[in-house]
């Protein structure tokens, strides 16, 4: 079932998913060599606690950490640990806040020290991929295969693949509501969107194939082919004057 959300709940979740963003930001900012994944793990969550929310990941179905964080073949759901980033390496945060009972979840890639123009390329086209789903969304008339539509179009066109296995979500009260958001589809296919629907739309661009395996700690989901992926996400409402973005930092 979606939960339509009234004005007043999307700004709550505009104040939800700003302490979000900023703690994607300040995760970027500690991607640099030498620096751990639980160092920057650590630094999301004392982000997230000093503005008064709670990460929403932490525990949620099991997961150890306040982030995932991600490098290089591992798509998403990467466990923070003591693996020292180093130059070269593109690093994927994606991290939810929960505040005043509701949730913004956001993510993005960056850059450790001075990456591949391949791998500059691929974070670019992944988070272009997600505007182009923003805009097809706020159409007249946009329905949910409208979204995945446009977000494949564009990163097939670069010769990328779109991970089918995950997929966004409706957000709110709960970090994953209805209904599902492919980042793959059919234009014109789907429910019809409409106001007041809060939606995270997060591409998972693969460098090469789109198929993906879960690793032996049971979270962490890597390429098959262990080539690159990235991954950019928002969180935006649905209004009467076209879509808004709840995870912006400012
Ligand atoms: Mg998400």
């Not at 003591?82 to 956001?106: S, T």
Request: proline share 3%; with cysteine; charged share 20%.
């Amino acid at each position: 079932m979606i939960i339509l959300k009234s004005k007043e709940e999307i700004q709550m979740m505009r104040d939800a998913g700003r302490i979000a963003a900023i703690a994607r930001a300040v995760g970027g900012e500690h991607c640099k060599e030498g620096v751990t994944t639980a160092q920057i793990d650590a630094v999301i969550r004392k982000t997230i606690k000093s503005l008064g929310a709670t990460p929403s990941f932490l525990n949620l179905y099991g997961f150890p950490a306040s982030a995932c964080i991600s490098v290089n073949e591992e798509v998403i759901h990467g466990i923070p640990s003591d693996r020292v980033l180093k130059n070269g390496d593109i690093v994927k945060i994606d991290v939810g806040a929960l505040y005043k009972g509701y949730h913004g979840d956001c993510a993005a890639t960056f850059a450790v020290g001075e990456i591949s123009r391949e791998a500059e390329q691929l974070i670019e086209v992944t988070r272009q991929s997600f505007f182009k789903g923003l805009q097809a969304a706020e159409c007249e008339g946009a329905r949910l295969g409208d979204i995945g539509n446009a977000i494949q179009t564009y990163v097939e066109s670069f010769g990328y693949s779109v991970v089918r296995d995950f997929v966004g979500h409706g957000i709110g009260k709960k970090v994953h509501e209805d209904p599902e958001v492919p980042n793959y589809g059919r234009a014109g296919r789907g429910i019809r969107l409409c106001s007041g629907m809060t939606l995270a739309v997060e591409p998972m661009i693969n460098a090469g194939v789109y198929s993906v395996h879960t690793l032996s700690n049971e979270w962490t989901v890597v390429t098959d082919d262990g080539k690159l992926s990235s991954h950019f996400e928002n969180t935006f409402a649905l209004t009467d004057n076209g879509a808004v973005i709840l995870t912006d930092p400012s």
